[in-house]
């Protein structure tokens, strides 16, 4: 099965984007919270965690300009609408549904059914088929990730990326930034990117069930850890569905975007003719052209001259376009 993802260790550091100010400035959250022990709870593990917010996916980018080549399945496996979800984020907010949070188990079975949590006096509650709804995503594909997936998507602690295919490296940035959020930072942890066998499979997850899988992650060891508290961009917008009073929290909003400029943030750009090529292949090139030495004089009666290193470097700029990416 999949490796599993959770991280443990320090406290992470703040990315740009991530909140900073603290829920004791804002009092008005106090409703909240049913007694002074909730209240006390929330101020001792959960008011200066930090709340992670999406890096939504530019359309038009993915579209137009890149030519996605996961594209339909994205609109197929219904994970379009949600990845697009954009909105302002309510930190404390967030922070209080966290604090909160208890888990409903089935009677049965004893497996975990849902979260049930609370903010500002009305009650919300997680669940597979509940997310279905309010991110309108389809509540279908396989809920458990158990296939035996492609091990050669494991990369090695060091691996930044650099030789990746532009689209594979877009869509890890979905998965680490939007769907699995662990940190706003393009650098590749050893397992980041098994999902990208079942786009490779067409083997259809379910975003539902991925997504309360994360949630579920971070209630149950919140106390024990430095957990950043995933999904505020998801669990911001389920507030405003609900009509809750958010009012009383101070937005932040998103300010950025899978799009042209993040492409070209991981070593990729367009050349001349429209085609996705990576930044480090042509730099090299170039630096190996300037290096070749001077050709020396030939004989009157040579067959044929070699080629001056002008006409080396065009070759090889020329050759270099085997290296572009097909769109």
Known sequence: MPPHTSRNGSAPKRAKGESSYTPLDYPSIIECFEDNDALKKFNTYFATLVVQISCPIDLNFL????????????????????????????????????????????????????????????????????????????NEGDDHHTYSYDTSLTRPNYYVGND???????????????????????????????????????????????????LLEVVRLLMSSNKTLRYGT???????????????????????????????SCNCKLDGKGNWVRKLDQQSLATQALTI???APQSSDALRSPPSPHTVYLIKAINGMSLQVDV
């Open 234 to 264: 998801f669990l911001s917008y389920i507030f405003r569905t609900q009509r809750i009073n958010v009012i009383v929290d101070p937005v932040r909003t998103i300010n950025s975007f899978i799009d042209i400029l993040i492409a070209h």
């Open 63 to 138: 579209v137009n300009t890149l030519q996605f080549k996961n594209l339909d399945q994205l609109h197929g496996w219904g994970w379009l609408e949600c990845l697009q979800l954009r909105g302002p984020c309510y930190d404390n907010l967030v922070r209080a549904f966290y604090s909160n949070a208890k888990l409903k188990h089935d009677s049965n079975t004893h497996l975990v059914q849902s979260i049930i949590s609370s903010v500002m006096g009305q009650e919300i509650t997680i669940s597979v088929e509940t997310l279905s709804i309010y991110l309108s995503i389809t």
């Open 293 to 295: 030495p001077p050709v």
């Open 164 to 214: 990746m295919d532009i689209h594979d490296r877009i869509l890890h940035l979905m998965f680490t930034w939007i769907v699995a959020s662990i940190s706003k930072h393009p650098s590749f942890r050893h397992n980041d990117n098994w999902m990208g066998h079942y786009f490779r499979t067409n083997h259809p997850l379910n975003l539902a069930s991925i997504i309360f899988l994360n």
